[in-house]
């Protein structure tokens, strides 16, 4: 029994891993503020990132912001300065007027010089743009210039703004406060679950009960108890990964220099979510398809079904073509359907025509190829056997030295129920290489001829033997009268004459009975008649010896006789 103590133990366990997640994660936010702290190595490292994208752009290279947004687009070169460098170099002037102790946004001016815009900080050039520049960008040169300008100078008061102390410290107090709340949620989960597990605990009696099928009992209430334990368990688990996973994005989210991370971290859910619904989407149609096909070969195997059911029941009669292959030829065509469904489903299945689909489906017909030889020799027989038709179920048959009514024929066996009731199961392969002795096949019409051999000395006319035999198989229960019984002499040996009782019945699976019934029958007739039945071997003095019929058979004044013993003398001369 899952007793109080399992379900504490339990439960105590499950207290721990909140104050662990709660102690990692306060971690993570000393370190997220110490790399709030270390602007200008971010920075770089932003930098680089932008720049590796750049190389997927065709001739342009982005000039990046502090925060790693992209400010414009470089397309040209000036004097022997690629663009590529320009970008960087224009990106490091950018760095160095975030990091002035004193900036004015407004003091970013625009300064014409021979027909092109110098973008100006103080006296200092940010970036020099040119006529070329602002036909890559398909606009004017001063509308471009001035788009630059407010662009560089709005980049560079949002990263002042967004590093400055007072920001700083609100983004840590709010990444503490989602600590905070995120420890609560775990522990209310935490503290929810062991309410129910307790409640579960208190009502088990009640709510679990041993799930028995008659005398098997498949699951005990404590076995349930300790599954329900278990499954609590895990999904108390699951349910607090995926808070902690979707608040560590929240709180990622809230420091400008860790928002890539809290992207990245959805995007490992978004990403696998919506590709399984595009998936879906668009294996709509295949599914549609796949379901008419499905129903119409449903119906039109049970219409199959309804026809076979009708020759079954020899309703629908077709020349030539037996009964008792109805229902036999359904399962070999509804295995052909089932087959030609497949064959028709395949191709709208989702992966069917990748390379790897094709080489699991190869691979799994080779190992059913190569492990079913024997079952295919078998299935194979089970068909000839079926169409041959030597036997059916309920015949009395022999194969071999096994004797038995048929219980069962499959694709694969055959089963023997003999009169020992003893079951007997023999793969169709050997069935079909035997002999097969039906003893049923024409008991019903022209009746089974049982015999039966009994020896009888010289002494006994054949006649009144005859007479004693026909006699016995007409007292026998089992015994047609028409066709009447007969009598072989099948032998005239040396001491005895072999006398064959023949007779017919129409019960095949109570020969062995008839014919137990049979010979106490012939004792019976024999005796009354006077008639013994001696081995071979058998020898007797008669003179002084009892005979070897029953006393119930004899006079009551029966007695044995005498020796006798005749004296001749031979006469006087």
């Known amino acids: 029994m899952v007793g109080y103590d399992m379900v504490r133990d339990s439960l105590e366990m499950r207290r721990k891993p909140g104050w662990l997640i709660t102690g990692f994660i306060v971690v993570q936010v000393v370190l997220l503020a110490f790399a709030t702290s270390n602007v200008s190595g971010q920075t770089v490292s932003t930098e680089q990132a932008s720049e590796e994208l750049a190389e997927s752009e065709l001739n342009g290279y982005p000039v990046t912001g502090v925060l790693g947004d992209t400010i414009v687009y470089v397309f040209t070169r000036t004097g022997a300065t690629q663009p590529k460098e320009r970008a960087r170099l224009i990106s490091e002037r950018i760095r160095t007027l975030f990091e002035l102790d004193i900036f004015n946004k407004d003091s970013v001016i625009l300064h014409e010089d021979e027909g092109a815009f110098d973008i100006v900080y103080q006296d200092k050039i940010i970036v020099h743009l040119t006529e070329k520049e602002a036909k890559f960008q398909e606009k004017g040169l001063e509308s471009f210039a001035l788009e630059a300008r407010n662009a560089i100078a709005e980049s560079i008061a949002d990263a002042r703004d967004t590093f400055s102390l007072k920001r700083v410290l609100t983004r840590i107090a709010y990444g ?136 079954d029941a020899e309703k629908l009669k077709i020349p030539d073509f037996h009964a008792d292959w109805a229902m036999p030829t359904y399962g070999i065509v509804r295995v052909l359907l089932y087959a030609f469904t497949l064959v028709l489903i395949f191709p709208y299945l989702p992966g069917s025509d ?160 008839i014919l137990s019934e049979l010979h106490q029958n012939i004792q019976d007739e024999c005796n009354a008649r006077g008639i013994e039945i001696m081995s071979p071997h058998y020898r007797a003095m008669r003179d002084g010896n009892n005979t070897t019929i029953p006393t119930d058979y004899l006079d009551q004044d029966y007695k044995a006789p005498a020796f006798q013993v005749q004296v001749k003398k031979d006469p006087e001369p």
């Open 176 to 311: 503490v406060l989602g600590l905070l709340t995120l420890s609560v949620v775990v522990w209310l989960v935490g503290r929810g679950f062991r309410k129910l597990l307790a409640y579960i605990e208190a009502k088990k009696e009640k709510l679990l009960k041993n799930l028995t099928y008659k005398d098997y009992t498949f699951l005990t209430a404590e076995q349930e108890m300790r599954g329900i334990v278990f499954l609590l368990n895990a999904l108390k688990w699951v349910v607090i990964i995926v808070i902690v996973y979707f608040a560590l994005s929240l709180i990622f989210s809230i420091f400008p220099l860790t928002r890539s991370w809290a992207n990245l971290l959805l995007d490992y859910v978004r990403k696998p979510v919506i590709s399984i619904l595009i998936a879906v989407k668009d294996f709509l149609p295949n599914l549609f398809a796949i379901i008419v096909i499905a129903l119409v070969m449903r119906y039109f195997i049970k219409f199959i079904k309804y026809i076979f059911k009708e020759i």
């Open 354 to 513: 990748s390379n790897v689909f094709r080489g699991v489906s190869v691979f799994i017909g080779l190992l059913i190829s190569l492990g079913s030889s024997s079952a295919i020799s078998n299935m194979v027989a089970g068909l000839v056997i079926t169409y041959m038709r030597p036997f059916k179920i309920g015949d009395r048959i022999k194969i071999g030295e096994i004797s038995g009514t048929v219980i069962e024929k499959t694709l694969l066996v055959t089963r023997l129920q003999t009169i020992k009731n003893e079951e007997i199961t023999i793969p169709n392969s050997t069935l079909l290489s035997s002999n097969t002795m039906n003893y049923s096949a024409m008991a019903q019409k022209e009746g089974l001829l049982i015999h039966t051999t009994v020896t009888i000395g010289y002494d006994v006319p054949w006649r009144t033997m005859h007479q004693t035999l026909m006699a016995a198989a007409k007292k026998t229960s089992g015994i047609k009268e028409s066709p009447e019984p007969f009598v072989l002499q099948t032998a005239l040996e040396d001491f005895y004459v072999a006398y064959q009782i023949n007779a017919y019945t129409n019960d095949a699976r109570k020969m062995v009975l």
